[in-house]
Nanobody, 124 residues
């Protein structure tokens, strides 16, 4: 089983990027899938999670700017990032979890599979 994330890069403040994560090895149609990020010296934090049945939840710092979407047929999850800020600079990881709920979606420990990470750098 593999999650492969790509689409990171460098952008100026106010710019946009779209990350993609494609899963292989099994179907994730019944899993929650989404994104975390980790900046140097900081803990890994939730960015946005898409539920298998629809709907999404976001970290407070990205609400209104980032959108998580997924394509069940393609076994993929996406992250559209708009109005980027320097504080969004981090390595972004996609993740999938079978037993994710409103009670544990924030922490990384509940997720079963992780992608390799892709760097996003926002310059001022």
């Amino acid at each position: 089983v593999q999650l492969q994330a790509f689409g990171g890069g460098s952008v100026q403040t106010g710019g946009s990027l779209r990350l993609s994560c494609v899963a292989s090895g099994r179907t994730f149609s019944t899993y929650a899938m989404g994104w975390f990020r980790q900046a140097p010296g900081k803990e890994r934090e939730v960015v946005g999670i898409s539920w298998s049945g629809g709907g999404a939840l976001y970290g407070d710092s990205v609400k209104g700017r980032f959108t998580v979407s997924r394509d069940i047929a393609k076994n993929a999850v996406y992250l559209q990032m708009n109005s980027l800020k320097p504080e969004d600079t981090a390595v972004y990881y996609c993740a999938a979890g079978r037993s994710i709920s409103y009670g544990n979606y924030v922490g990384p420990s509940g997720y079963d599979y992780w992608g390799q990470g892709t760097q996003v750098t926002v310059s001022s």
